[in-house]
């Protein structure tokens, strides 16, 4: 796991953050296999996003005929356990989790009921706690959180192998 980049690390508490060198690149393709589950805070909600999400990556495999790298299944399951704990602590409600992916990329969005952004602290192996978004952006290609309308949307993009 490598370290962000401090500088950037203080724009997700305004509005969205992502790698300014990261290596997403052009307009994403207009046809993905697309999953979605809405979790409602119930005990196995974590579990369940993430088999939602084993599920997907199968499916990508066999329909999408994508390769994935040596960590990419088992960073997906921790950036969904992190983006989906933080949905189920920090949200008054309901949360949605969104699976979007081609051979290419995927992306994990969560929605939630909160429009307080996420907060992103610099790395500090002594802070008991506050880790999950700094694990998500040490795992992912690209992390935006912005405000919606019912709420906030969080999404990491994963780039595949190729």
Same mark, same amino acid.
């Given at each position: 796991? +490598?370290? @962000?980049?401090?500088?950037? =690390? #203080?724009?997700?508490?305004?509005?969205?953050?992502?790698? !300014?060198?990261?290596?997403?690149?052009? @307009?994403?393709? +207009?046809?993905?296999? /697309?999953?979605?589950?809405?979790?409602?805070?119930?005990?196995?909600?974590?579990?369940?996003?993430?088999?939602?999400?084993?599920?997907?990556?199968?499916?990508?495999?066999?329909?999408?005929?994508?390769? /994935?790298? #040596?960590?990419?299944?088992?960073?997906?399951?921790?950036?969904?356990? #992190?983006?989906? +704990?933080?949905?189920?602590?920090?949200?008054?409600? !309901?949360?949605?989790?969104? /699976?979007?992916?081609?051979?290419?990329?995927?992306?994990?969005?969560?929605?939630?009921?909160? +429009?307080? /952004? @996420?907060? =992103?602290?610099? !790395?500090? @192996?002594?802070?008991?706690?506050?880790?999950?978004?700094?694990?998500?952006?040490? =795992?992912?290609?690209?992390?935006?959180?912005?405000?919606?309308?019912?709420?906030?949307?969080?999404?990491?993009?994963?780039?595949?192998?190729?």
């Amino acid at each position: 796991m +490598t370290s @962000p980049a401090a500088p950037w =690390l #203080e724009h997700m508490n305004e509005q969205a953050i992502s790698r !300014p060198d990261g290596p997403v690149q052009g @307009p994403p393709s +207009t046809e993905v296999l /697309l999953a979605a589950e809405v979790f409602d805070g119930e005990p196995g909600c974590i579990a369940q996003a993430r088999a939602l999400a084993d599920r997907f990556l199968a499916r990508l495999v066999a329909e999408w005929l994508a390769e /994935l790298g #040596e960590n990419t299944r088992s960073d997906l399951m921790l950036a969904v356990s #992190e983006l989906v +704990t933080n949905a189920d602590r920090y949200s008054h409600g !309901p949360y949605l989790l969104e /699976l979007e992916g081609d051979a290419r990329r995927i992306s994990v969005t969560v929605y939630d009921s909160s +429009t307080a /952004l @996420p907060v =992103l602290y610099s !790395p500090d @192996p002594a802070r008991l706690g506050g880790h999950g978004m700094e694990i998500v952006v040490a =795992l992912c290609d690209r992390l935006t959180a912005e405000r919606v309308p019912v709420g906030k949307r969080i999404r990491a993009e994963f780039m595949l192998s190729t």
